[in-house]
């Protein structure tokens, strides 16, 4: 009995001696052929790269404007991100792929592209084919990936799609509008894509608002506001009167977005909207159109009963303090107690505890109205009053204390 | 004679299921290393193919809540909230929870950020000790800080900052965990993809002991060669590369680790956040999210593994440290499985009840157990003369030599992937990995043993082990 499983743990053992010295040579070998490739690849990507800038930086059409855009493009955190990817073939602002397509894309190396990208088995070459035709901008190749984009392949769909996200044109976004209408899981990509192509896409892309799908309509806005295309502003303002408050909403960040006037009318219609994100997003559209002037048509919304509204006010109310304070100073002498303690707290938000204290010492009308919401402050026993005071002079800490002692 | 036979049958019997046991093991990791090398594989390739200049530049990218839980991380700190200040993305906040802190963690999140107190009024959803104080920084628009006591370990501390979370999806960090600057674009790209069904992103790290750090800056990346350091690591590509990036092929992903995770915010809202109530927070709540999905099928959610190295993390540089560590770790896991048992080939919780806890259960939980008994009873049995001495021999050989071929099998679908290590500390970690069971391994042992009794004796608390200071 002994024997025989002393030759069962025998013959296991030979197997995983073996098992583990195949491992071990796999490992060995894989790491020094990797090493090699690796190096060979880096100084290939190198070359590639060196040439680029020599042609950016020396070509003659090209003006010197683009070589400055180059220039001011080319920080480190644009070649950080290219060079850690070692991926051959992608630059990251158009004057560097136009020269990198004259040094490196001949009409040989589009063909066997598309060649690879239409019929190749292996899907990650394919890939990789439809990445380089979609970054060299190559307009042959849109029927391809147009095909390549209803793929069952969630993987070849998915990099089709960022591949027509780059050949930006009519024909790929029209691709891309169809994909979004029917694809709703990449919806999100599709419109992020589509809102770095020019403007001139805009009217394709307002044709969204008039789908019957809700999550449909929805894009329409968030891509125009990417756009920044003033000619749709009507039909954003239309879908202001949506039925689906995501809608609604999203049409107010995308006129928040576009910044014009002539839309305040509506935004304000919206501040009284059922939903807390419709209100959300027009305080927020308002502010980005009207700046400062947007504070007397959205401090009621104090009193909203959405703590989100009142939080999303708070910082705007924070962010624009000069306007805000008469505001303030009203709440603060009232006898609403939530608010007072709103008003406080946007005030600490704001950072403009040292300009009151500035306005204290300055005296006129800047002195009555820091006393006031110092005071209230005090009484409240709000934080942050303390360092703020230790920046002054003893001199001036003394007048202040004495100043808001008096009053 | 009769208690002779009876012995010797039992000496037999156990012989062969340990056999069995290890065999099935390395036969387990093969499964997982071909599923892993395919997920691995395809996650490199996308990583590649990815636009991350489009998510940069686009007005849709998904902004991030990070919350940073500091508990006396006065070493710590501050290279990592630098190395998040310094993130290549174009939207996020950070929220730095100083848990109770008594060393000079707050003065120097002072330093650095010149905090400015402010009265936040903020949703009391997840539960936590108190909130004392809410700063701004004055220096970075972008970060908040609180101070709550401490007391309710790091599942409150986090609790505390997604109560003034804003962002939709939420990271999750160690306060030793410093980020490469690429950090979220890599991760985020997989969330841009589907934002509707990824839910949880979990992520690989290594240790950054022996690397040289400066204002968050990873300047010289030189791995340990301390054998203590050097195991870890490869404990590490066994854990994340070994065995999750298969797990997460099958939607199985069975820890989203503490030290760097990415969550909705939605779901967490929806379950709670996390519980104080296990030794530790995070496989607690991955277990509990799988628990969701499950009642959530139609909605298809996903949590994701992303095979490459995003960051670097502070590992025991002791052996009391890292024995405190995995009593721990032990401890956690036997605490999660005993509370999730009735996952356990339930078949609506898919591969979750079918792969992982079969193998958090009898590899996990009950491995140590047969490591001991089998090696117990393969030695009384040499002693008793049932067994003569070179099948005890060729049993201890066959016992390493299967520990050997998992951490090979690890370290063959680690090198697919990954460009971390030289190939001279690769060849370091074949050679300590030949020699593990005879030395490290008898730690891990006596460490899980003593997790396993601590947890029968009802402890719950979060130990934080010794750290060294980094250079």
């Known amino acids: 009995m002994g024997n025989y499983f002393t030759d069962i743990v025998f013959k296991v053992d030979a197997v995983l001696l073996f098992l583990a010295a195949f491992l071990i040579a796999d490992i060995f070998f894989y790491e020094i052929s990797r090493i090699y490739f690796d190096n060979r690849r880096i100084r290939k990507l190198q070359a590639i790269k060196k040439n680029v800038y020599r042609v950016v930086l020396t070509e003659k059409e090209l003006s010197k404007k683009d070589v400055l855009s180059i220039k001011s493009c080319s920080l480190p955190i644009f070649l950080d991100v290219a060079t850690n990817r070692v991926k051959e073939g992608v630059f990251f602002n158009e004057a560097e792929q136009q020269v990198f397509k004259k040094i490196c894309i001949s009409e040989a190396s589009v063909k066997k592209a598309l060649s690879i990208a239409d019929r190749s088995f292996d899907k990650w070459r394919r890939i990789e084919a439809m990445l380089f035709l979609g970054y060299a901008g190559v307009n042959e190749a849109c029927q391809i990936l147009k095909k390549s984009l209803l793929s069952k392949d969630e993987d070849v769909s998915y990099f089709a799609l960022l591949a027509l996200g780059q050949v930006k044109n009519m024909d790929s976004a029209k691709a891309l509008l169809e994909f979004l209408r029917r694809k709703p899981g990449f919806r999100y990509k599709t419109a992020s894509l589509l809102g770095q192509f020019p403007k001139d896409i805009a009217p394709e892309v307002i044709k969204l608002a008039g789908d019957k799908d809700y999550s449909v309509r929805f894009w329409a806005p968030q891509i125009i506001s990417g756009l920044n295309d003033q000619s749709c502003i009507d039909k954003i303002s239309g879908l202001l009167k949506d039925k689906y408050p995501e809608v609604r909403a999203s049409a107010c960040q995308c006129l928040g977005a576009i910044g014009d006037k002539s839309c305040v009318s509506d935004l304000k219609k919206c501040l009284n909207d059922e939903s807390w994100f419709v209100k959300e997003a027009a305080m927020d559209a308002l502010e980005k159109i009207l700046g400062e002037d947007c504070i007397p048509l959205i401090i009621g919304l104090i009193k909203d009963n959405s703590w989100v509204v009142i939080d999303r006010l708070k910082k705007i109310l924070a962010k624009n303090i000069t306007g805000a304070l008469a505001y303030i100073q009203n709440f603060l002498t009232g006898d609403d107690e939530l608010t007072k303690k709103i008003s406080i707290e946007i005030i600490q938000i704001s950072g403009c505890i040292k300009e009151l204290y500035e306005g204290l010492l300055a005296g006129g009308r800047a002195k009555t109205r820091a006393a006031i919401i110092l005071k209230v402050m005090m009484s409240a026993n709000a934080k942050g009053l303390g360092p703020e005071l230790y920046s002054f002079s003893n001199e001036a800490q003394k007048q202040i204390q004495e100043i808001l002692g008096q009053n | ?471």
């Open chain 2, 1 to 471: 004679m009769m208690i002779n036979t009876i012995f010797s049958q039992i000496v037999y019997a156990v012989f062969l299921v340990s056999l069995a046991y290890f065999l099935i093991l390395i036969v387990f990791y093969l499964f997982l290393a071909f599923f892993g090398i395919l997920e691995s594989k395809k996650r490199v390739h996308e990583e590649n193919a990815e636009s991350y200049s489009q998510i940069y530049f686009s007005s849709l990218a998904i902004p991030v809540s990070i919350v940073l839980p500091a508990h006396n991380e006065e070493e710590w700190v501050k290279d990592s909230l630098m190395s998040l200040l310094n993130l290549n993305y174009p939207s996020f906040e950070i929220i730095v929870v100083d848990d109770g802190s008594t060393d000079k963690t707050p003065q120097i999140l002072n330093e650095m950020l010149n905090l400015r107190p402010i009265d936040s009024v903020y949703s009391k959803h997840y539960s936590s000790l108190k909130i004392k104080e809410v700063f701004k920084s004055d220096k970075y628009p972008n970060v908040t800080v609180l101070r709550k006591d401490s007391g309710d370990k790091k599942a409150g501390a986090v609790n505390a900052g997604l109560n003034l979370a804003q962002h939709r999806f939420v990271c999750v960090l160690d306060a030793d965990t410093v980020l490469e600057r690429d950090a979220f674009m890599k991760v985020m790209a997989h969330v841009h993809k589907d934002p509707e069904h990824v839910i949880g992103i979990a992520s690989s790290f290594g240790l950054i002991n022996g690397f040289t750090v400066k204002d968050g800056v990873i300047v010289e990346k030189n791995v340990s060669f301390n054998p203590l350091i050097a195991y870890q690591n490869l404990e590490y590509i066994r854990s994340f590369i070994g065995n999750r990036i298969a797990w997460s092929r099958f939607n199985a992903m069975p820890n989203v680790a503490g030290g760097f995770g990415i969550w909705r915010s939605d779901i967490l809202y929806e379950l709670g956040g996390y519980s104080s109530d296990f030794s530790c927070e995070d496989i607690e709540l991955t277990f509990r999210v799988h628990d969701y999905i499950a009642k959530n099928k139609e909605k298809g959610y996903k949590i994701l593994m992303v095979p490459y190295y995003i960051g670097w993390t502070e590992g025991p540089a002791t052996l009391p440290s890292l024995i405190s560590q995995r009593d721990r770790w032990q401890r956690v896991v036997i605490e999660t499985v005993a509370e999730y048992k009735y996952m356990l080939c339930n078949p609506k919780y898919g591969s979750f009840a079918f792969l992982v806890l079969p193998y958090f259960l009898f590899y996990e939980v009950l491995g140590i157990f047969f490591e001991v008994v089998s090696i117990f009873f393969v030695f009384l049995g040499w002693l008793a003369n049932i067994l003569d001495v070179r099948t005890f021999l060729l049993y201890l050989i066959l016992m390493t030599l299967s520990q050997f071929i998992i951490s090979l099998i690890s370290l063959f679908t680690f090198i697919r992937g990954q460009k971390v290590f030289t190939l001279r500390y690769v060849l370091y970690l074949i050679v300590l990995a030949s020699i593990e069971f005879f030395g490290y391994r008898i730690f891990i042992s006596i460490a899980k043993l003593r997790g396993t009794y601590h947890f029968a004796r009802k402890v719950r608390i979060y130990d934080q082990y010794v750290r060294t200071k980094r250079s």
